[in-house]
T-cell receptor, first 109, second 116 residues
């Protein structure tokens, strides 16, 4: 499974877009990029995943670079409830996901 | 709606006792479930993979005799922390796999175990 690198922490103003970067330069062709988040004292919540194409759902957008070595999770209009630790994971399948340290996003009023 | 039900959400026990944590799949039959552990200010660590009808697969460093996993049905997996000690105090989280292998994992709400 490819190693991912994320900033330790980020701040974002409420109502603005939150852009969370992830580097996965050793990703292989059959590895997906998954994003999960964990709000304090809760189980992780699935956000989005993709292989090559950009993806969008009701929660977020995932932008994957053409060489697939990095990606960005975009929360279009951050709210206080989006404060959480965001995990970027690159793996071939969703089974037994291995979590790194993630990015602690703080949305500021 | 919730896909995974995990109980209890919080448990406090005395050292030496055993604690059972249940993880139920509400929406579909889950042949595979995963158990994670998370210490304060740390990331989730995979403990074991639970397969229905067979023995669980444990990650390196996780004692199978201490953390007993039973996956007797397609909708229920249990984790029993036997002879709990204060160092077992942690946040335990179960998850189950979707129908397709590249699909998302669904996570329980977690169990905060405190051993006195």
């Amino acid at each position: 499974d490819a190693k991912t690198t994320q900033p330790t922490s980020m701040d974002c103003a409420e109502g603005r877009a939150a852009n969370l970067p992830c580097n996965h330069s050793t990703i292989s062709g059959n590895e997906y990029v998954y994003w999960y988040r964990q709000i304090h004292s809760q189980g992780p919540q699935y956000i989005i995943h993709g292989l090559k194409n950009n993806e969008t759902n009701e929660m977020a957008s995932l932008i994957i670079t053409e060489d697939r070595k990095s990606s960005t999770l975009i929360l279009p209009h951050a709210t206080l409830r989006d404060t959480a630790v965001y995990y970027c994971i690159a793996q071939t399948g969703a089974n037994n996901l291995f979590f790194g340290t993630g990015t602690r996003l703080t949305v500021i009023p | 709606g919730a896909v995974v039900s995990q109980h209890p959400s919080r448990v406090i026990c005395k050292s030496g006792t055993s604690v059972k944590i249940e993880c139920r799949s509400l929406d579909f039959q889950a042949t595979t479930m995963f158990w994670y552990r998370q210490f304060p200010k740390q990331s989730l660590m995979l403990m074991a993979t639970s397969n229905e009808g067979s023995k669980a697969t444990y990650e390196q460093g996780v004692e199978k005799d201490k953390f007993l996993i039973n996956h007797a049905s397609l909708t229920l997996s249990t984790l029993t922390v036997t002879s709990a000690h204060p160092e077992d105090s942690s946040f335990y989280i179960c998850s189950l796999q979707g129908v397709a292998t590249n699909e998302k994992l669904f996570f329980g709400s977690g169990t905060q175990l405190s051993v006195l």
